[in-house]
Structure formats: C-alpha cells, structure tokens
C-alpha cells in the first residue's frame, strides 16, 4: 500500500510535464514574436515568426504580415517592411498606425506617391499628428506637386497655430519657386509672430540669396544683425550676403570681427580687405594670420600689387623654406618680383619651371620684356 501511494504521486507530479511536452508543438509564434517586438528583441521575434507555420489554417496570416514589416522597420529595411504591410493589406484593412509605417517607409525610399496614398489610408486616426502633415507636404512636393504642397501647409497651420514649422516650411517653398517677395512679406509676419530665433533669420537670409534675391536677403540678415549683434552665423550669413552683393568693404569689416575669435578667419578677412581696395590694411591683418604658408602666399600677392618688387622679392627665402615654391602661381609671382628689381637670372630660373598653360603665356610675355630690357637697359630702369 505504501509503494502505491507513493507511486500514484509521482505519476500525478510527472502529468504537467507530460501536458507540456504534448503542447510543445501548439507555441504560439505569432505571440511570441509580438512579445519579442515589444522587448526590441529582434532576433528572437525573427526566429519566431520564422517559425509560423503560413499554411496552417489557424494562422493568421494577416497578422504574421503586419509584425513581419515591424521588424523589417526596425532594422532599417524599408523595402521589405513596404512589401511587408503591402502583404498584410491585401488580406484586409490594417490599423492608422500601420499606414502611418508604410507611407515611412514608402518615404525613405523615395515612393512618395505610396507615401500619399498610405497616409490617406490612415484616415482621420492621424489627422492630429504634426509629422504627417510635414511628411505629406514634401512628398508632395517631391512630386513637384507644388499647389498641394503647400496647400498642405496651409491646412496645417490652420490646425496647428502655435507650430512655427509649417509656415517656415512654406515660406521657403515660395522662395523655391521664385516667389521671393510673397515669401519676403511671410517670412516678416514669421519672424514677428513666432520670436524667431537667430537660426531662422540666417536661414530665410540664406534661402533668398541663394535664390539670387540679395537686397530682400540684406534686409532679413542686416535685422538678424540687430537682433543678435554676437551670433556668429548671423554675421557670417551676412558677410556672404555683402560678398554676393560685390560689398566687400563690409564683408570684410564682418570677417574681420569674427577673426577676433577665430583666428583662422584672418587670411579671408585679408582678401576681402584686397578686394575692396584696402591692400595696406590687407597686409597688416596678413600679418597675424599663423598658417606660414596661407601668409606667405597671401602677402607674396598683396606686396606685388602694392608695387613693392623689392620686399616680394625678398620672401624668396622664406618660400623656399616653407617649401611653397613647388605652387606655379607662386614661382610667377616670384619671378615677376626678381624681373621687376632686376634680376633677370633667378626670374628665369623660375619661369622656365611653369607648365600651366595659362601661366606659360604669361611667362613669355615677361621673357620678351626682359629680353628687351636687356638689349636697352636704360629702357627699363
């Protein structure tokens, strides 16, 4: 009797272990592999839905679909998650938000029109969602779409009034499209009703210069300026403005200031200086700038213009030191110098190294003079 007891005991505590052995082939994939998602386990969740069995006739096939291209969007696949959710799709409607992966997905890959038209599957489930009226904008207007792009962004701000974005957004589809002076007069309301910061100005600035509008450019960045006198991409912005616009006295005063700073703005403030006429005030920001060779081949042109052969030609050794006599413009330069004081030998010794063709005419025309020189000194002293 003893034995029997203890017999019918071990049989009752084997009967669980016996149950799951008979359940081992009733794991549910398509659970496990959504509880695998969820933990952004994603091997496991692959290993999962790998393992579902498609042609079951309890399967739901649909579903097996829908976590298939979540774990496609969760590994960057695009292209396999788009294939995914199409799949899922064809088996029924699916949820907003999984609309919402496909035109994502559909985006990145540059099917903007699959992009519309997932979002408009989506329904009015996303209709307070910001990002989808930005992304349904640009595909838009990827599509070149331009009307509805910004009708887009019209509709969103209506719905959205306090989100600066739409109407940035729009103001620089209208400077896209050559509408500078409506993008202008917007971009004047944007900076007034929304505290815009520096960042805007320099970008509303930027986008009209490069759309060729430099007065309405000036007028944005030279306020920007006001605003925030000590922003370094403001007075950038606007030094490149002038630049565009042939100011240079005022880019390079701009620069200047920035060089304060950052000292590797002085060789540019240099130049700017030499092109708006200012070469003595050129030659004294040179003077600071620390890259030898930047300096060196800065102030070698700077002394020729200033008609100073003597001291220009003086630099050969500091050229030679600074191993920049391998750059043609340079050894012209130098042997411009060395003609203009006289010595003729060296000057030679340097122009009969340059091969750049426009270089080389340049080269001929002052062998002839210093031939000429030669055959009547008196001629050239």
Not at 335 to 347: M, P
Request: glycine share 4%; net charge negative; charged share 25%.
């Amino acid at each position: 009797m003893k034995f029997l007891l203890i017999l019918t005991l071990l049989l009752l505590a084997l009967q669980p272990a016996i149950a799951d052995d008979d359940n081992a082939d009733e794991v549910n994939y398509l659970e496990l592999a959504s509880l695998m998602l969820k933990d952004n386990n994603l091997e496991r969740a692959a290993i999962a839905l790998s393992s579902v069995d498609l042609d079951a006739e309890d399967t739901d096939v649909k579903r097996y679909h829908v976590l298939n291209g979540l774990l496609q969007v969760r590994k960057g696949e695009n292209q396999a998650a788009i294939d995914a959710f199409v799949a899922a799709k064809t088996l029924g409607e699916v949820d907003s938000v999984i609309n919402v992966y496909l035109a994502q997905s559909a985006f990145a890959t540059e099917q903007y029109q699959m992009a519309i038209d997932a979002l408009n599957s989506a329904g009015d489930a996303v209709a307070t969602i910001p990002s989808v009226y930005h992304m349904r904008g640009q595909s838009h207007w990827l599509l070149k779409q331009y009307d509805m792009a910004i009708a887009v962004m019209d509709q969103a701000s209506l719905i959205f009034p306090q989100d600066a974005a739409f109407p940035r957004r729009k103001i620089f589809y209208l400077i896209e499209l050559g509408l500078n002076s409506t993008a202008a007069e917007l971009g004047l309301e944007y900076l007034e009703k929304y505290q815009a910061d520096a960042d805007d100005y320099v970008g509303i600035g930027n986008a009209l210069r490069a759309s060729g509008n430099l007065i309405l450019a000036l007028r944005f960045l030279e306020r920007a300026k006001l605003k925030f006198p000590n922003h370094p991409d403001v007075a950038k912005a606007l030094a490149a403005t002038y630049i565009s616009n042939q100011s240079f006295h005022a880019a390079a005063g701009l620069v200047h200031q920035l060089a304060l700073t950052d000292k590797a703005l002085l060789s540019e403030a240099a130049e700017l200086y030499r092109r708006s006429g200012q070469r003595h005030l050129a030659l004294t920001v040179n003077s600071l700038v620390d890259d030898q060779r930047q300096k060196l081949k800065q102030r070698l042109g700077l002394l020729i213009e200033l008609g100073n052969f003597e001291q220009a030609a003086n630099m050969e050794q500091d050229i030679l030191r600074n191993r920049i006599d391998d750059d043609e413009n340079i050894q012209y330069a130098l042997a411009y110098a060395l003609f203009k004081v006289g010595d003729y030998d060296k000057a030679e010794s340097y122009l009969s190294r340059i091969t750049d063709a426009q270089l080389f005419q340049r080269a001929v025309e002052v062998r002839k003079i210093m031939a000429d020189c030669a055959a009547e000194v008196w001629r050239c002293q």
